[in-house]
């Protein structure tokens, strides 16, 4: 029973507009959220994380939103740039600090 | 940002050999993870370990085991490979900090057993 999960396997936005990623999850006791950016071949790149006492936290052209009681986040990266282009990995930490991972979403920035 | 490493890179192994994934880190972080990942697949924790001397199993069971016998060294040990073992295997780690604690990933192994 996936706890974290990324239900678009895939997402393609024209550069200069806004990409959306969302993730839902399903344990309340998740208090810490973190998306990670992954290139093929590569580890994982943490990109930016939100903890559950806030619901926005901004960092350049990347937002994460967070809504406790849908239990739902959302990363928000605006302008898209082709470089931009990977998959994206939301995770979620409880107090026993081990992340759980949803599938990712494979975002492609075109041209 | 950690400076984590993972060697091999890439690993290509026949059935029934032995082989140690390293795995090291040189910003002093206590804590030290393996996750093993398939394509289009989450990242499954495989082992962790909080410091020297400790080690625990994941949400994932695993064949292979590890060791934590330095502080920045982390290698992680399967003594019969499969098939079955064939996935990318990535190294992480983070400080002893809450709430923020972020973890730091190495670049990763891609396994494939023959």
């Known amino acids: 029973d996936q706890q974290v999960k990324q239900n678009s396997p895939s997402l393609s936005v024209q550069e200069g507009r806004i990409s959306i990623l969302n993730c839902d999850y399903t344990n309340s006791m998740f208090d810490y959220f973190l998306w990670y950016k992954k290139y093929p071949a590569e580890g994982p790149t943490f990109l930016i994380s939100?903890?559950?006492?806030?619901d926005k936290n901004e960092d350049g052209r990347f937002t994460v939103f967070l809504n406790k009681s849908a239990k739902h986040l959302s990363l928000h990266i605006v302008p898209s740039q082709p470089g931009d282009s990977a998959v994206y990995f939301c995770?979620?930490?409880?107090?026993?600090?081990?992340?759980?991972f949803g599938k990712g979403t494979l975002l492609t920035v075109n041209p | 940002e950690a400076d984590i490493y993972q060697t091999p890179r890439y690993l290509v192994i026949g059935t029934g050999k032995k082989i140690t994934l390293e795995c090291s880190q040189t910003?002093?972080?206590?804590?030290m993870y393996w996750y093993q990942q398939d394509p289009g697949m989450e990242l499954h924790l495989i082992h962790y370990s909080y410091g020297v001397n400790s080690t625990e199993k994941g949400d994932l069971s695993s064949e292979s085991t590890v060791s934590r016998i330095r502080t920045e060294h982390f290698p992680l040990t399967l003594e019969s490979a499969r098939p079955s073992h064939t996935s990318q295997y990535l190294c992480a780690s983070s400080e002893y900090s809450r709430p923020q604690e972020t973890q730091y990933f190495g670049p990763g192994t891609r396994l494939l057993v023959l």
């Open positions: 939100i903890s559950s006492i806030k």
């Open positions: 995770a979620a930490s409880d107090s026993n600090y081990k992340l759980t």
């Open positions: 910003m002093g972080h206590d804590k």
